[in-house]
C-alpha cells in the first residue's frame, strides 16, 4: 500500500440475513473518525450472500467512484454466525485479496454489530445474541462509551439461548442493559418471558454493517496492526468442533473398550493403514504404559492411566484435546495439550521409539493444534528440554521458534526452552504429503513476476485457465493451456480427517476448503510457473486468460467454498468466469488419456455419488441410459470398508486387498444383471456382504479378507461390464470410455480393457491420477468452454443437485 494513511477498503460481510458491504477510505491512526464511508450496499439478503455478493461489491465500488483495481485491501466478517454464510463471506474475500494480490483483513462480526450500535449513538452496556441456530445463541456484552465499543469478553462462544439470558440477569448492572442481536428475531420472546431487564435496540441494529465491520477493525488497529493479512492465513471464528466430531469425543470420552462404531476402526484391522483419532477412554492405560517407555527420554514424570482419563473429563476447566496414532491395532504415539486463553500448551507429545521418523509427531501435533485453533487459540507453545536438539528441529520445521528459557524447569541444572508458533501451523495434514511444506510466513502481497517481453508474449498465447474443484473432500487446483497441456495440477486432501468416521463429514470437508483454498491455488500458480520455465516468480492472476470452478453436483458447503473464491478472484483479477459440471469433468478426464476421443460413444461413471450409464452421442448431448436405484458404486466400496472397520475411502483398500484374494471364492448376488434396461442396484450388496461377516463370525471361521473383497469386486464389476456391453450392442457404438473415483480401480480397468477389447470396442481410460476428484479434468472442460466463449455470471452460484 502505498500510502497506509488512506487506503481504499472495501469491507463485507455475510455471517447473517444482512449482507453487509462498505467501500471507505480508511485513516487507520485517526480511530474511528479515520472511517470516510465512500459507498454502502447493506441489504437483507437470506441465503443468497454466494449470488449477490460480488455483484453487490461491483455496484458499491462503482457508487464509490472507483474500481477494483483501486482497493488496497479488503475487510471480511470471519462470524460467528451461520457456518455457509460466513463460508461465503471469507471464500469470496479470499478470492478477491488473491486475485487482487492485496491484503485481506478480519474482524469479529459480533464486534460489527455492537460498533454499528455505537456508530447509532448508543452508549453503556450492550449485550449482542448472534443467531446460531438450534436454540443457540453466540452471546458477547460490551461496554460503549465516546471512545468505542469496548469488548466485555476473551473469545466468541456458543450457548443455549436460554442460557445467555440468565447469564445477563446475573449481571448487577442488569437493568442498565442493552440488547440487540439477530438472535433476538427466533428467541426475542425468551428474553421477554424471562424478565431479563434489558431494553432491546430497535430491530435495524440486529445485524452487522459494512460501516460497524469497518470501525471494529479501526478500533482493532486496522491496516496498522501487527497481524497477517496473507489471505491464506484469514480463517473463520469458529466456537466449537463439528457436531460430528463433537458427538464423537463423547462417546470416546465414555467408551470403555473401543468398538468400530466408537472409533471408526476394527483395531484389530488397523494394521492396513496408520490410524490417528481423539484420544478415548479406551486409549487410558495404552498411553500411560507408552509414556512409561519413552520416560527415560522425555523429561517429565509418566502420566498415569487416572491422570489420562481426568483430561478426557468433559467437565475439564480449560478445553483439552488429546489425538493417539494407532498402527497393527497398537498405540504408538499420542499428542495433547490445554487451551488457555488463546494459547495451545502442548503438554506431551510422544512416540514409541520404534515408529519414529515417520511424521506421526508431525500429525499429532497438527490434529492438536488444529482442534485448539477450532476452539479459539491463536498460539501454540511448549517447552523441550535444552539439548534436545532433535525435538527442537521437529518443532522449528512446525514454525515454532525458541522464545524464552525457564531455568531449573526440568530439575536443577535441566533447562527447558521455551518455544512458540502461531496458528494455524504451516504443515499439510493429508496422507499424500508427509513432508511439512516450509513453515516460512510470506510477506504479503507478493513482489509481482518480473517477465521479459517474450515471456509476456508466450504466456499470452497460452491462454492460461485456472481451475478450481471443491465438490468434497479434495481441494484441487489445475492449470491447463490453449492446447490442454496440463501445467499444474495440485490436489489438498482432508481424508485424513474424515477416515475414522467411514465417510466424508460435510462440515469438516467444508472447513478444510476454506483452509486449503489459497495455498493450492498459489502451489498451482507456483507450479505452472516451473512447467513453462519461468524464473520471475509464480504466475499472477493478471497472467491468466479465465478461472474455471466446479458448479456442482457434490456438497453444498463444499462447492460454494471453490465458487465463492472463483468469483472473487475472477473479479478482481478481471477474468471470465466458467462454471463447471463435476461429472462432465469425470467424462473429459478420459481426453487427458487421448485427446482424440470423439462421440459417439458409451461412457461409464461410476464415482461415490454416482452410477450412471450415458450415451454420449455428441459434446455436451448426453443421453442417460441408466443410474443406480440406490448407492453409487464407489458408495457400495465405502460401505463395505466400513463394516469391515477399515476406514475411509474402502475403494484403495478393497483394491489393494483384492490383489490376493480369489474373486470366486464367494457367490455375491449380482444385482439388476438380467433386468433387461440400464439400472443399478448396489445397497443389496452390501446387505449380503455383511450377512457373510456375521455367519462366518457366528460359525468360528475367521474372514478371509483378499478373497471378501476380491469376489465383492467381481459381483460389482460383472455387472458393469454385462450392462455397458448391451448399450454398446444396442447403440451400435464402438468407442467407450470410463470415469469416476472408481475407474481408478485396477482390475476394474483391466477387465474392461480386456472384455471389450476383445469384442473389438475401442476402449478410453482417463489418467490413473485423473479418476479419484482433481482439477485437471475441470480444467479441461473449462478449457474447450473458455474457446467457445462459454462464461458464467458473477450470480452463478453451486448447484449439489447438477445432472449430466
Ligand atoms: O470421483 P470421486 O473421487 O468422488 C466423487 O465424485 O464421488 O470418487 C470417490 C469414490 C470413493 O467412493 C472411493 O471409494 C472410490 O471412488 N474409489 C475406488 C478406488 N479409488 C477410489 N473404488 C474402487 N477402487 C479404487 N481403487
Ligand atoms: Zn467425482
Given amino acids: 500500500m502505498a500510502d497506509s494513511r488512506a487506503a481504499v477498503v472495501v469491507a463485507i460481510d455475510t455471517s447473517s440475513d444482512m449482507l453487509a458491504c462498505a467501500v471507505a477510505r480508511v485513516d487507520s491512526r485517526a480511530g474511528a473518525s479515520g472511517v470516510e464511508i465512500l459507498a454502502v450496499r447493506d441489504h437483507a439478503c437470506r441465503r443468497r450472500a454466494n449470488v449477490e455478493l460480488v455483484d453487490t461489491v461491483a455496484a458499491a465500488l462503482s457508487d464509490a467512484g472507483c474500481s477494483a483495481v483501486d482497493v488496497d485491501g479488503y475487510l471480511v466478517g470471519r462470524g460467528p454466525g451461520s457456518f455457509t454464510g460466513v463460508r461465503i463471506g471469507i471464500s469470496t474475500a479470499k478470492g478477491l485479496a488473491r486475485g487482487a494480490n492485496a491484503p485481506l483483513y478480519g474482524a469479529s462480526t459480533l464486534d460489527a454489530v ?9 452508549r453503556g452496556k450492550l449485550g449482542v445474541a448472534a443467531d446460531a441456530m438450534r436454540g443457540e445463541v453466540y452471546p458477547a456484552l460490551y461496554e460503549l462509551d465516546e471512545s468505542g465499543a469496548a469488548r466485555l469478553f476473551e473469545r466468541e462462544r456458543v450457548v443455549k439461548a436460554a442460557a445467555a439470558v440468565e447469564e445477563w440477569r446475573a449481571l448487577p448492572d442488569v437493568d442498565e442493559l442493552q440488547i440487540c442481536g439477530d438472535g433476538l428475531v427466533r428467541y426475542g420472546k425468551l428474553f421477554e ?10 430491530r435495524e441494529l440486529w445485524w452487522p454493517s459494512g460501516e460497524g465491520l469497518l470501525l471494529a477493525w479501526t478500533a482493532a488497529g486496522g491496516v496498522d496492526v ?11 471464528v469458529y466456537t466449537r468442533l463439528s457436531d460430528a466430531e463433537e458427538n464423537e469425543r463423547r462417546r470416546l470420552g465414555l467408551a470403555e473398550s473401543a468398538t468400530v462404531e466408537t472409533t471408526g476402526v476394527a483395531d484389530d484391522l488397523a494394521g492396513r493403514h496408520l490410524q490417528f483419532r481423539p484420544m478415548g477412554a479406551a486409549d487410558a ?12 527420554e522425555e523429561a517429565h514424570e509418566p502420566w498415569t492411566p487416572g491422570m489420562f482419563l481426568s483430561e478426557l473429563a468433559a467437565d475439564v476447566p480449560a478445553p483439552r484435546s488429546w489425538w493417539v496414532a494407532h498402527d497393527n491395532g497398537e498405540l504408538i504415539g499420542m499428542a495433547g495439550g490445554m487451551v488457555v486463553d488463546q494459547d495451545l500448551q502442548v503438554l506431551d507429545v510422544v512416540v514409541s521409539p520404534e515408529h519414529r521418523r515417520r511424521g506421526i509427531a508431525r500429525k499429532l501435533l497438527a490434529h492438536v493444534s488444529y482442534d485448539a485453533q477450532i476452539l479459539g487459540c491463536t498460539t501454540a507453545s511448549l517447552e523441550v528440554e535444552t539439548g534436545n536438539d532433535p525435538a527442537e528441529r521437529l518443532y522449528a520445521a512446525l514454525g515454532f521458534e525458541r522464545t524464552g528459557v525457564r531455568r531449573g524447569y526440568y530439575g536443577p541444572g535441566a533447562d527447558a526452552v521455551v518455544m512458540t508458533a502461531s496458528l494455524p501451523l504451516v504443515l499439510p495434514v493429508d496422507a499424500e504429503s508427509p513432508e511439512p511444506t ?23 498465447r497460452r491462454q492460461l485457465v485456472l481451475a478450481i474443484e471443491s465438490s468434497c473432500d479434495e481441494t484441487a487446483v489445475a492449470i491447463i493451456d490453449a492446447v490442454g497441456t496440463i501445467l499444474a495440477n495440485q490436489v489438498s486432501t482432508s481424508i485424513d480427517f474424515h477416515a475414522r468416521f467411514g465417510g466424508v463429514v460435510p462440515e469438516i470437508a467444508s472447513r478444510k476448503h476454506v483452509e486449503a483454498i489459497v495455498g493450492t491455488v498459489d502451489a498451482a500458480l507456483e507450479e505452472a510457473a516451473g512447467a513453462l520455465g519461468l524464473s520471475g516468480g509464480a504466475i499472477a492472476p493478471s497472467e491468466l486468460a479465465a478461472v474455471g470452478v466446479t458448479q456442482g453436483p457434490g456438497l453444498v458447503g463444499a462447492l460454494v467454498v471453490g465458487v465463492a473464491f472463483a468469483k472473487g478472484f475472477a473479479f478482481a483479477a478481471r477474468l471470465p468466469l466458467i462454471a463447471v459440471n463435476h461429472l462432465e469433468g469425470h467424462l473429459y478426464a478420459n481426453l487427458l488419456a487421448n485427446p482424440d476421443l470423439e462421440p459417439p460413444f458409451i461412457f461409464t461413471l461410476v464415482s461415490g455419488g454416482h452410477t450412471m450409464l450415458v450415451h454420449v452421442r455428441a459434446w455436451g448431448d448426453y443421453q442417460v441410459l441408466g443410474e443406480t436405484l440406490d448407492d453409487a458404486v464407489g458408495e457400495a466400496f465405502d460401505k463395505v470398508a466400513k463394516a469391515l472397520g477399515l476406514g475411509y475411502p474402502g475403494g484403495p483398500i478393497i483394491s489393494r486387498l483384492a490383489e490376493d484374494g480369489d474373486s470366486k471364492a464367494i457367490e455375491f448376488p449380482r444385482a439388476m444383471m438380467h433386468s433387461h434396461d440400464y439400472r443399478f442396484s448396489l445397497s443389496g450388496l452390501k446387505t449380503a456382504v455383511v450377512q457373510y461377516i456375521d455367519q462366518e463370525t457366528a460359525a468360528g471361521r475367521t474372514i478371509h479378507l483378499p478373497d471378501l473383497a ?9 455387472v458393469q461390464f454385462k450392462k455397458a456391453w448391451d448399450a454398446l450392442r444396442q447403440t451400435g457404438a464402438t468407442e467407450y470410455c470410463l470415469g469416476g473415483g472408481v475407474a481408478a480401480n485396477p482390475h476394474l480397468r483391466e477387465l474392461l480393457v480386456r472384455k471389450l477389447g476383445r469384442r473389438g470396442v475401442h476402449v478410453t481410460l482417463p489418467p490413473q491420477n485423473a479418476c479419484t476428484d482433481n482439477a485437471a479434468m475441470i480444467a479441461e472442460v473449462a478449457r474447450r468452454k473458455f474457446r467457445e466463449g462459454d462464461f458464467a455470471p458473477f450470480s452463478m452460484d453451486a448447484d449439489p443437485n447438477m445432472t449430466l
Fill in 285 to 296: 492405560e495404552a498411553a500411560a504404559a507408552l509414556d512409561a517407555v519413552c520416560f527415560t
Fill in 226 to 236: 501487527d497481524v497477517p493479512c496473507d489471505p491464506a492465513l484469514v480463517l473463520p
Fill in 193 to 202: 418471558d424471562t424478565g431479563l431487564m434489558a431494553r432491546v435496540l430497535p
Fill in 438 to 460: 516450509a513453515a516460512v510466513a510470506r510477506t504479503w502481497p507478493l513482489p509481482e513476476p518480473v517477465r521479459t517481453a517474450e515471456e509476456r508474449a508466450e504466456l499470452d
Fill in 710 to 718: 476380491a469376489s465383492f469386486e467381481a459381483a460389482v464389476f460383472d
Fill in 114 to 122: 455492537a460498533w454499528s450500535a455505537w456508530h447509532a449513538g448508543v
